[in-house]
Structures are given as structure tokens and as C-alpha cells.
């Protein structure tokens, strides 16, 4: 079936003409129709516009004219990302109904790259904790994660090739690892956040997913750009990631595990994974333990993230406060209980940390490490804990999920690998070089 095809396959098949964008489209549209009542990944969908988008670009291709590098291929995009075309509600009832009058910039590049904007994927309340309603494409039972739930169901269980999400900790690299997805966030400042909800100005990142390592570097080089706007975006060039996840590794990588207090979170499964899949690699990978200093990043990734929720939206909080889970409510009253100066230490903390790893990385090509504690929780008990991502998304590293392990359930377990900022290209190559060295 078409929508069962990587994004790169439908982008070949639909340059020569051996596939429409309107098969495409039509193909994912019948697969959320057949599954999207038990999954719930999507919160708006118009298939009527999708298809009418897949037309007009089919007609771009048979006029001859030029064809982008998505030309055709049908994209999610979580509900915290501003489109003109569809509602962007945020998780909330506070938002219902909100019609944004302008594209987010990562929309705006996926248009230009002729991508078909098939709908909005269901985030958590204020892209935070509490759940959606998606669930586990593998096992409703159980939850997707979050908070890019939608995106990360609506990719595994094969109704769009691409998709996109943000991490503000772990919520793209998490819901991948559930879900059974590749998931890659890139260094922060690589893709703009204009037209993204502002949840935390310091750790908010964009991330994407697919079903293919080469998918999210293909993805994440087209919605990749400076933008002025956003204060985190940077005017250097940027690497090319899809070259980079289809390299050949010069040398063969050195790998760093971290032997961190944390790890005792991991399920038994999920580490006798990990610990088949570092012994495979052998001497390639070095054990190293950790100073009190990184264990501590873990709590200012999280001081970071509660005092910016509550300034950025200090207004809709107390102005619909009973609209707000409880869950929501928790986590704002503990970031309200959080001084300036707590605050102005924590982001200089942050800021060591990101010139600790700047030179670690010179030694060093990857650190590998769980994306997650072990299978997804039970649907019941949240989204699950975003630990194993909190120190990467801190320093702004470029991380990647790779779904290389199955649990005791029979559910997906993924395998993190994380790169030094600015080098995505580089991650990506030592990605592809450890799929190939543990086939």
C-alpha cells in the first residue's frame, strides 16, 4: 500500500510518475479512517483540502514545472504548530476553536517543499503531561507517550510517512521509543519556533518523525533555517543531514555510556537490550561514570522548564484556571514556588553544561543511552518518564531514537543515541553506522 512507503520512496515514485499525491493521500486517508477511531491521533483532519493540495502539486509535476523536496508526500503536524488551514488548539479547551491567521515557519518550508499538510496530530494540555486520548498503535492498552503522542501514532501506525513534534524534555524522543518510530530532535536552533506554542523559550525544540533514519533527516533538512524571529535560531549553515544518515563513518565511532544514578529506572528488559546491543559493539563503546555536576542538570532542566511555563502563560493560567487538569495545575503551582534567582542560576548552570559537552564531543563521537525506562506505560498510568532525555534537551544536543529493541510485551524499545550541537550530520552517520554494524 502507498502509505506504507518511506517519505523518500513516495518522493522518487512521485518525481518519475509511477505514483500520485492523490493515491498517496488517499491511501493514508483510508488508513486513518480504518484505525484512527481506536488510535485517536489526529484532533483535525480535512480530506477534502488534502486532496485538493495533492492535486494541485500533481498538477505542478505533469505541467513539468519544479517539484520540491517533499513534492507530494503527506505531513502531521502537532497541534501546538500554527496552520492558516487548520484549528490549532494546544491540547486545551482554552484554545478551542483558535484559527491562527499565519503558518508557524516550519509549516510555511514544508508548503514551499511541496509537502500536503494532511492535519493536526493530538498533543497533550499545553504540550505538557497530561495524556490525550491516542494511544499505543501496537497495544491500545497502552500509552504512546507524549507530548507529540498523535505524531508519533499517526507515523507508526502508517497513516502519514512524516510527522512533527517539539521536546521540551523528552517528547519527542519518548512517544518514538513507545511507538517503535525513528525520532530525531536536532540541535536547538536548527528549526525556527515562530508560529510554535511557547511553553519554555530556553528548552523548547522542534523534532520529527518517520519510519526511516534517512525520512527524519530528510525532514528535519527541510524545515531547518535561520530565522531572525526566533532568538534561539542561528545564521551559520547548517548540516546536511540527509547526506549525513546516508554516510559511511570514515573511522569507526567511539561511544560513551554514561553510568548514571538514573539508570536504575530502566525495566529489566530494556536493560539486558542495551546491554546486548553495547556489548555487540564491544571496545567501540566506553563506560564512563558521572560527576554530581551532570547528575544535577536533571533538576535544572526541570527548574528551567516550570518557571518558564508559568511566566510565558501566566495569563491563560489565571484566567482559566478550572479549565486546567490536575495534573497541570500541580506542575504550575511548584514552578510559581520557584524564585528569580533560582531561576538566573539554573540558566547559567545550563549554559556550563552546554560548554561541557562542546568539549566532550571533541573526544567522543556519540553517547548512547535509553530513550525511555523500558515499554510504554499502560494507558492509565501517563505518558512516562522523560529522565532519560532531560540532560540532552537541556544542552541542546542533537539526539536520535532508534527502534532497535521489543520488550517482555511485545512492545517497541528504543535506543538513544546523542550528538554534539551543530554536528547533526555527523549523528546521523554514526546512527547509520551502528544499524548497520548490529545487522
Not at 498533543?123 to 505524531?151: K, L
Not at 524522543?173 to 536548527?190: D, E, L, M, N
Not at 479549565?323 to 495545575?329: D, F, G, I, R
Not at 524564585?339 to 567522543?364: H, P, R, T
Request: proline content about 5%; overall charge negative; hydrophobic content about 40%.
Amino acid at each position: 500500500m502507498p502509505n506504507a512507503l518511506s517519505a523518500n520512496e513516495a518522493v522518487r515514485k512521485i518525481k518519475e510518475g509511477s505514483l500520485s499525491s492523490v493515491k498517496l493521500v488517499k491511501a493514508c486517508l483510508a488508513r486513518i479512517e480504518e484505525t484512527d477511531g481506536q488510535l485517536k491521533a489526529w484532533v483535525h483532519l480535512d480530506p477534502a483540502h488534502a486532496l485538493k493540495q495533492a492535486e494541485e502539486l500533481d498538477q505542478i509535476r505533469r505541467a513539468g514545472r519544479p517539484v520540491g523536496p517533499l513534492h507530494g508526500v503527506p505531513v502531521g503536524i502537532k497541534d501546538i504548530i500554527d496552520t492558516n488551514d487548520f484549528a490549532t488548539e494546544r491540547g486545551t479547551k482554552i484554545y478551542s476553536g483558535r484559527r491562527p491567521e499565519k503558518d508557524a515557519a516550519l509549516v510555511e518550508r514544508l508548503r514551499e517543499a511541496g509537502a500536503v499538510i494532511l492535519g493536526k496530530t493530538a498533543t497533550t494540555e499545553f504540550a505538557f503531561m497530561h495524556p490525550t486520548d491516542t494511544r499505543n498503535p501496537h497495544n491500545p492498552d497502552y500509552s504512546p507517550g507524549g507530548s507529540s503522542s498523535g505524531s508519533a501514532a499517526a507515523v507508526a501506525g502508517f497513516h502519514v510517512p512524516l510527522a512533527i513534534g517539539t521536546q521540551t524534555n523528552g517528547s519527542v524522543i519518548r512517544p518514538a521509543s513507545f511507538c517503535g518510530t525513528y525520532g530525531f530532535k536536532p540541535t536547538r536552533g536548527v528549526i525556527s519556533r515562530r508560529g510554535v506554542l511557547k511553553t519554555s523559550e530556553s528548552l523548547d525544540q522542534v523534532g520529527v518523525f518517520a519510519r526511516t533514519l534517512e525520512d527524519v533527516a530528510l525532514l528535519a533538512d527541510v524545515i531547518g533555517g535561520f530565522d531572525a524571529s526566533d532568538a534561539a535560531s542561528y545564521s551559520r549553515p547548517r548540516p546536511n543531514m540527509l547526506v549525513g544518515s546516508q554516510a559511511a563513518v570514515p573511522v569507526a565511532p567511539e561511544l560513551v555510556w554514561f553510568d548514571l544514578p538514573f539508570n536504575d529506572r530502566l525495566t529489566g528488559d530494556a536493560l539486558e537490550g542495551l546491554e546486548e546491543v553495547i556489548n555487540a559493539l564491544g571496545a567501540r563503546v566506553e563506560k564512563i561514570p558521572v560527576s554530581d555536576n551532570m547528575i544535577g542538570l536533571v533538576d535544572i532542566q526541570n527548574t528551567i522548564q516550570s518557571y518558564e511555563l508559568c511566566q510565558h502563560l501566566d495569563k491563560q493560567f489565571k484566567t482559566h484556571w478550572d479549565l486546567l487538569s490536575e495534573t497541570l495545575q500541580s506542575a504550575v503551582q511548584r514552578g510559581r514556588k520557584i524564585s528569580k534567582s533560582q531561576y538566573n542560576e539554573a540558566i547559567e548552570i545550563m549554559a556550563s553544561g552546554v560548554e561541557y559537552f562542546e568539549l566532550f564531543f571533541k573526544d567522543y563521537d556519540a553517547v548512547i543511552a535509553p530513550s525511555a525506562a523500558g515499554e510504554a506505560p499502560k494507558f492509565a498510568d501517563g505518558t512516562g518518564d522523560p529522565i532519560f532525555c532531560s540532560i540532552w534537551t537541556l544542552c541542546g544536543l542533537a539526539t536520535v531514537n532508534l527502534p532497535l529493541l521489543v520488550g517482555e510485551n511485545g512492545l517497541p524499545v528504543g535506543v538513544q543515541l546523542i550528538g554534539t550541537a551543530e554536528e547533526d550530520d555527523r549523528l546521523l552517520r554514526t546512527a547509520n553506522w551502528l544499524l548497520q554494524e548490529l545487522q
